[in-house]
């Protein structure tokens, strides 16, 4: 079963290098809705393993990243294609929201 790929500020261009459509998912430890959702980013790297990248930014550990996209509130998840925010979402919800949003994209 495919994981999320731990994004950090060291990797986050390389990965935005690729062709596949990306989640990233900015979350944090003490963040409950980030625990909420956390396992269904998780489902989502198995459902879509090698047709999108899923991603997770530890915004505690990663403030580079978090700044660059301006992420106030967590979770916050962002849909990149091409390099490019196509689609984002703040706070949780359902998997299917999630998994139509990258459906969109692919």
């Excluded at 731990?6 to 261009?13: C, S």
């Excluded at 909420?36 to 198995?46: D, Q, T």
Aim: hydrophobic share 45%; net charge negative; proline share 6%.
């Amino acid at each position: 079963m495919a994981k999320a790929i731990e994004i950090t500020d060291a990797n986050f261009k390389e990965i935005m290098n690729s062709d596949q459509p990306i989640l990233v998912d900015f979350w944090a430890e003490w963040c409950g809705p980030c625990k909420m959702i956390g396992p269904l980013v998780e489902e989502l790297a198995g459902d879509y393993d090698g047709k999108a990248i899923i991603g997770k930014v530890d915004v505690d550990a990663n403030p580079g990243v978090a700044q660059q996209f301006g992420i106030r509130s967590i979770p916050t998840l962002l849909f990149f294609k091409g390099g490019e925010i196509v689609d984002k979402q703040v706070g949780a919800v359902p998997k299917a929201v999630l998994a139509q949003k990258l459906d969109a994209q692919l």
